[in-house]
């Protein structure tokens, strides 16, 4: 059974850092592409950046580009995604997925596991 586990969300000023983690379980972790996707209130659930299973291919939102950095660790089977210069926009729930492909994608179908999400909750 697979399971991913998100933490690291919280509370931080507008400029400020998080960064989130994803602890994997279950699978072949480095076999498979993974992604980030928040949804904020009322909203769908959008990706943020996705990486490949090899972690050297990685795709980001027009959103966050220059400032999240997704990466990932196959030794540890961890995910991670560090936001910098956050903004209240990017106030939501993330959650971290596993794809059923190696290639980062940014396709919610292509992901067939997902973690509970962290609350990230940025004020200005």
């Known amino acids: 059974q697979v399971q991913l586990v998100e933490s690291g969300g919280g509370l931080a000023q507008a400029g400020g850092s998080l960064r989130l983690s994803c602890a994997a379980s279950?699978?072949?972790?480095?076999?498979?592409?993974m992604g980030w996707f928040r949804q904020a209130p009322g909203k769908e659930r959008d990706v943020v950046a996705a990486?490949?299973?090899?972690?050297?291919?990685?795709y980001y939102a027009d959103s966050v580009k220059g400032r999240f950095t997704i990466s990932r660790d196959n030794a540890k089977n961890t995910m991670y995604l560090q936001m910098n210069s956050l903004e209240p926009e990017d106030t939501a729930v993330y959650f971290c997925a596993s794809a059923t492909v190696a290639f980062a994608t940014s396709r919610a179908i292509n992901y067939n596991h997902w973690g509970q999400g962290t609350q990230v909750t940025i004020s200005s």
């Open positions: 990486i490949s299973a090899g972690g050297r291919n990685t």
């Open positions: 279950g699978r072949t972790f480095s076999s498979y592409a």
